[in-house]
């Protein structure tokens, strides 16, 4: 089926706004992740944050991923969709004391501890393995709000503080790995070369002996579709070198590289509005559907299957704040009310950041394997938003 006729499709069959999945994106972009690392021991977490349907998380097990998780509910679910506590790697700072003493019970992984405080926090009885984030201060070159890698970020300890922490951890830790992630949608392999490089100098120095070395996520996408997104023959070449020269197994948290490009946020038209200013295309969906533009000024590729003339149109939700624009600017064939639009790459941070402001309801989700599609979850209704009260 042509991705038009597909998206026609679901539309007519789920209704709309909807977001859509093709599972054979997910299984195209694993097996890349899986061809560029081939060459060093590794294993993939998948970061549940970019996406936590459970369906999703269910394939991501399929395909033999790890969980990632960053919250206590991101961990049950991470059980709820099959996943055991050796699969789950425990991510976040600000962890609370009973949430280290849970992950302790449940004999996780791993806990990728944030800070001295964080460390000093667990109780002398509570026993844990371990990875301490290291904090590299190494420019990630992407937006400064998924800049993770910075002194002035909240995230991880620097190397220079690090260099007492790892030799002073108290006996009921167990330092198994460093962790390190430098932020999200890299598309540039040198900050994680630099990343890296000063992560292997730092375990030399100071005779670690670990059983992982765990570099985060932040493989970049092409978003602009210009042909930029992770180099993964430069990845090859230039870090995959680097992750052998550990002679340790390699983690990696990835989620948007794997997910996003799967993803298609489906909306009809509400309104085509003319100022004498500028052209408006109003969808039936909004910044609570899909908050990335208005949050970080993020450009999602928008098509509409529509054969107007062509005009420049900004597009937007029907949310009352200006900042609700999904895309400005865009040349686009002018559509017609109910015609429908397709935002892509919103496999990662769609859904998952969507809310109810102005009381939206959240969109479905659907799954097609390139047979068949399957509602994985079905739209909200307005009962849903009653239910809390
Ligand atoms: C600690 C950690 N690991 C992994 C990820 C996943 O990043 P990405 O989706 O860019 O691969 C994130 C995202 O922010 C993160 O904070």
């Known amino acids: 089926?042509?991705?038009?006729?597909?998206?026609?499709?679901?539309?007519?069959?789920?209704?709309?706004?909807?977001?859509?999945?093709?599972?054979?994106?997910?299984?195209?972009?694993?097996?890349?992740?899986?061809?560029?690392?081939?060459?060093?021991?590794?294993?993939?977490?998948?970061?549940?944050?970019?996406?936590?349907?459970?369906?999703?998380?269910?394939?991501?097990?399929?395909?033999?991923?790890?969980?990632?998780?960053?919250?206590?509910?991101?961990?049950?679910?991470?059980?709820?969709?099959?996943?055991?506590?050796?699969?789950?790697?425990?991510?976040?700072n600000g962890k609370k004391v009973e949430e280290l003493i849970y992950y302790s019970k449940e004999d996780v992984a791993c806990v990728n501890v944030d800070s001295k405080e964080e460390i000093e926090?667990?109780?002398?009885?509570?026993?844990?393995?371990?990875?301490?984030?290291?904090?590299?201060?190494?420019?990630?070159?992407?937006?400064?709000?998924?800049?993770?890698?910075?002194?002035?970020?909240?995230?991880?300890?620097?190397?220079e503080d690090a260099k007492d922490v790892v030799h002073s951890f108290p006996s009921n830790l167990r330092l198994v790995g460093l962790h390190c992630h430098i932020g999200s949608q890299i598309t540039d392999v040198s900050p994680f070369v630099e990343a890296i490089e000063s992560l292997k100098k730092f375990v030399t120095e100071q005779n670690l002996k670990l059983d992982f070395i765990n570099i985060g996520g932040g493989?970049?996408?092409?978003?602009?579709?210009?042909?930029?997104?992770?180099?993964?023959?430069?990845?090859?070449?230039?870090?995959?070198?680097?992750?052998?020269?550990?002679?340790?197994?390699?983690?990696?948290?990835?989620?948007?590289?794997i997910i996003a490009p799967a993803g298609f946020l489906i909306a009809r038209v509400t309104e085509v509005k003319k100022t004498a200013f500028k052209n408006f295309i109003v969808l039936d969906t909004s910044m609570s559907g899909l908050l990335r533009p208005s949050l970080y000024g993020a450009y999602h590729h928008v098509e509409f299957l529509s054969n107007g003339e062509k005009i420049t149109a900004d597009i937007v939700g029907r949310v009352c704040e200006t900042g609700d624009t999904l895309a400005k600017k865009r040349k686009v064939p002018q559509p017609k009310v109910g015609d429908i639009g397709i935002i892509y790459d919103v496999g990662a941070y769609g859904y998952s950041m969507s809310s109810n402001y102005n009381l939206a309801l959240?969109?479905?989700?659907?799954?097609?394997?390139?047979?068949?599609?399957?509602?994985?979850?079905r739209r909200e209704t307005?009962?849903?938003?009653?239910?809390l009260f």
Do not use: C
């Not at 054979?24 to 944050?49: C, G, M, P, T, W």
């Not at 307005?382 to 239910?387: G, Q």
């Open 1 to 92: 089926m042509k991705n038009n006729e597909l998206f026609l499709k679901a539309a007519k069959k789920f209704g709309t706004p909807l977001y859509l999945y093709d599972l054979r994106i997910v299984e195209e972009r694993i097996k890349k992740v899986e061809d560029a690392l081939k060459n060093v021991e590794h294993k993939v977490f998948f970061a549940f944050k970019s996406n936590s349907n459970v369906h999703i998380l269910k394939f991501m097990k399929k395909m033999h991923l790890g969980a990632d998780i960053v919250s206590l509910n991101e961990y049950k679910m991470a059980k709820y969709a099959g996943f055991k506590p050796n699969e789950i790697i425990v991510n976040g």
């Open 121 to 159: 926090k667990v109780p002398k009885d509570v026993s844990l393995r371990v990875a301490l984030r290291i904090n590299p201060n190494v420019d990630a070159k992407t937006h400064p709000h998924i800049s993770t890698g910075l002194k002035e970020n909240k995230f991880g300890i620097s190397l």
């Open 219 to 257: 493989w970049g996408i092409d978003y602009l579709k210009n042909g930029n997104e992770m180099d993964l023959g430069k990845y090859k070449q230039e870090v995959v070198p680097l992750l052998k020269s550990f002679d340790l197994p390699i983690y990696l948290e990835l989620g948007r590289y």
């Open 362 to 377: 959240r969109p479905a989700e659907v799954a097609f394997d390139g047979k068949n599609f399957q509602l994985i979850r």
């Open 382 to 387: 307005f009962e849903d938003l009653t239910r």
